[in-house]
C-alpha cells in the first residue's frame, strides 16, 4: 500500500497489486437583493469569515446551501479569473478597492457547492477553518477508485488507510479552507464544470504516488467490489482464505475490509459524496 500527497494538493491513494488476478439558491438569489452594503453587512449571519492565506486576491461572499448565512472566501487570481471568465456577471464588485465580490445564480449555486464538498473532504472538527496534521487523519483525501458511469472518484479517510510514518511525512502542514477550497477547484475541477474528470483526481495526488502507477490503475467501483467482495462483513469468509488474498494484493487485511466497505457505501449511494458531487454538477449544467 501507498499512501502519497504532496504539499499543495494532500491526496493520498491505495495501489493494490492486482497482476496477481439543489437550486433553491439559485432560482432566488437575484430576486432577493442580496447585495452587500453597510446597513446589510450588519444584519446577515456571516457564517465563515475570509481566511488569509499567501497568495489570496480577492474576497467573494456567498449563502450557504443550507441558507443558514453568508460564506466569505478568499481566492487566488487564478481562481478567481476562471470563475469569473464561466460566470460574467453572475459575480459582481462590492468593494473595488478592496478587491470584494459577490456571487448570485449559477456562480453562488456552484460555489456553495464546492464548499460543501470541500467539507466533507476535509473534516474541521473544531470549526477554526484550519485542517491540521490531526484533522487530515479524519478527511477524506484517500483516492480508492473511479466511477466512469456517474464520473465521480471515490475516497476514504486517511487514518484508514495510512501509517504514522506516512503522516509525518506527507501531513504535517496546515491549511486554511479558503486555501483548500482554492487547491479543489485549480486542480479537481479545473474546467468548472461541476465533474472530477479521472485524469483530475489522478494528477491531484503526490508526485511520489504517480511514480509508482498510472491513471489505469485506478479502478472502477464494480471492478473494486467484485476483487474485495471476501473482505466485506455479511461474507462469511475463511480467515486464511482472506489472508492469501490480502497477500495477493499487498495490503493488510483490515485496510481491505475498510476498503470494501467504502466502495460498498459508494455504490448503494448512501456516501454523502455521491449527492454533493451530484448537485455540484446540476449547478453548472442545469
Known amino acids: 500500500m501507498t499512501i502519497s500527497s504532496n504539499n499543495q494538493a494532500p491526496y493520498?491513494?491505495?495501489?493494490?497489486?492486482?497482476?496477481?488476478?439543489?437550486?433553491?439558491?439559485?432560482?432566488?438569489?437575484?430576486?432577493?437583493?442580496?447585495n452587500i452594503n453597510d446597513t446589510f453587512k450588519s444584519s446577515i449571519n456571516i457564517i465563515k469569515q475570509a481566511m488569509p492565506f499567501d497568495?489570496?486576491?480577492?474576497?467573494?461572499?456567498?449563502?450557504?446551501?443550507?441558507?443558514?448565512?453568508?460564506v466569505e472566501m478568499n481566492l487566488t487570481e487564478e481562481t478567481f479569473n476562471k470563475l469569473k471568465s464561466k460566470f460574467t456577471t453572475d459575480i459582481q464588485s462590492t468593494n473595488s478597492a478592496n478587491n470584494e465580490y459577490i456571487a448570485s445564480g449559477s456562480a453562488e449555486s456552484y460555489l456553495s457547492g464546492m464548499y460543501e464538498v470541500t467539507k466533507y473532504l476535509y473534516n474541521d472538527i473544531n470549526k477554526d477553518n484550519i485542517i491540521d496534521t490531526e484533522e487530515n487523519k479524519d478527511s477524506r483525501l484517500t483516492l480508492l477508485g473511479y466511477d466512469d458511469t456517474k464520473q465521480m472518484p471515490i475516497y476514504g479517510k486517511l487514518k484508514?488507510?495510512?501509517?504514522?510514518?506516512?503522516?509525518?511525512?506527507?501531513?504535517?502542514?496546515?491549511?486554511?479552507?479558503?486555501?483548500?477550497?482554492?487547491?479543489?477547484?485549480?486542480?479537481?475541477?479545473?474546467d468548472i464544470d461541476g465533474t472530477i474528470q479521472?485524469?483530475?483526481?489522478?494528477?491531484?495526488?503526490?508526485?511520489?504516488?504517480?511514480?509508482?502507477?498510472?491513471?489505469?490503475?485506478?479502478?472502477?467501483?464494480?471492478?473494486?467490489?467484485?476483487?474485495?467482495?471476501?473482505?466485506?462483513?455479511?461474507?462469511?469468509?475463511d480467515d486464511e482464505?482472506?489472508?492469501?488474498?490480502?497477500?495477493?494484493?499487498?495490503?493488510?487485511?483490515?485496510?481491505?475490509?475498510?476498503?470494501?466497505?467504502?466502495?460498498?457505501?459508494?455504490?448503494?449511494?448512501?456516501?454523502?459524496?455521491?449527492?454533493?458531487?451530484?448537485?455540484?454538477?446540476?449547478?453548472?449544467?442545469?
Open 12 to 34: 493520498g491513494a491505495i495501489v493494490l497489486n492486482t497482476n496477481q488476478q439543489d437550486k433553491n439558491i439559485e432560482k432566488d438569489s437575484k430576486e432577493s437583493g442580496f
Open 55 to 70: 497568495g489570496a486576491y480577492a474576497k467573494v461572499s456567498f449563502r450557504d446551501k443550507a441558507g443558514s448565512g453568508i
Open 160 to 190: 484508514d488507510y495510512t501509517t504514522e510514518d506516512e503522516f509525518k511525512k506527507y501531513y504535517s502542514d496546515s491549511y486554511s479552507i479558503d486555501y483548500i477550497f482554492n487547491d479543489n477547484i485549480v486542480k479537481l475541477d479545473p
Open 198 to 237: 479521472k485524469k483530475d483526481a489522478y494528477s491531484s495526488l503526490g508526485e511520489e504516488y504517480k511514480k509508482l502507477t498510472t491513471i489505469d490503475d485506478i479502478k472502477s467501483p464494480t471492478d473494486l467490489i467484485k476483487l474485495l467482495s471476501i473482505f466485506l462483513p455479511d461474507e462469511d469468509t
Open 241 to 286: 482464505k482472506k489472508k492469501k488474498k490480502a497477500k495477493e494484493l499487498g495490503v493488510d487485511v483490515n485496510v481491505l475490509a475498510q476498503m470494501a466497505k467504502d466502495i460498498k457505501s459508494f455504490m448503494d449511494g448512501s456516501s454523502p459524496l455521491v449527492d454533493l458531487l451530484s448537485k455540484l454538477k446540476s449547478s453548472v449544467s442545469g
